[in-house]
């Protein structure tokens, strides 16, 4: 069974920075897309950012410009570099990895915790 291993979150403090990490526990074959999600408390989990194998990528609109993912299809793994933190983005951030569907994914990580202190 693969496995997803985030790590980098933490407590940072608001307009400052983070970098998560993931990675799988072994190779996933035909891997077509890795992506970040968060949640906060009593929310529905919401999207971050996506990139595809082909490098391509997608951003929830209030992260554009502030974060940008990034990845090794070969490695499977992938990051986030968060800038600019503010007190709302503080959440439960998850990898996930092989998109099903839209929101479907067949391998999630056990989340990291990001707090922004104001």
């Known amino acids: 069974q693969v496995q997803l291993v985030e790590s980098g979150g933490g407590l940072v403090q608001a307009g400052g920075s983070l970098r998560l990490s993931c990675a799988a526990s072994?190779?996933?074959?035909?891997?077509?897309?890795m992506g970040w999600y968060r949640q906060t408390p009593g929310k529905q989990r919401e999207l971050v950012a996506i990139?595809?194998?082909?490098?391509?990528?997608n951003y929830a609109d209030s992260m554009k410009g502030r974060f940008a993912i990034s990845g090794d299809n070969a490695k499977n793994t992938v990051y986030l570099q968060m800038t600019s933190l503010k007190p709302e983005d503080t959440a439960v951030y998850y990898c996930?990895?092989?998109?099903?569907?839209?929101?479907?994914?067949?391998?999630w990580g056990q989340g990291t915790q990001v707090t922004v202190s104001s």
């Open positions: 990139i595809g194998r082909d490098g391509s990528t």
């Open positions: 996930c990895a092989d998109r099903r569907s839209i929101s479907d994914w067949g391998y």
């Open positions: 072994r190779i996933i074959f035909g891997l077509n897309a």
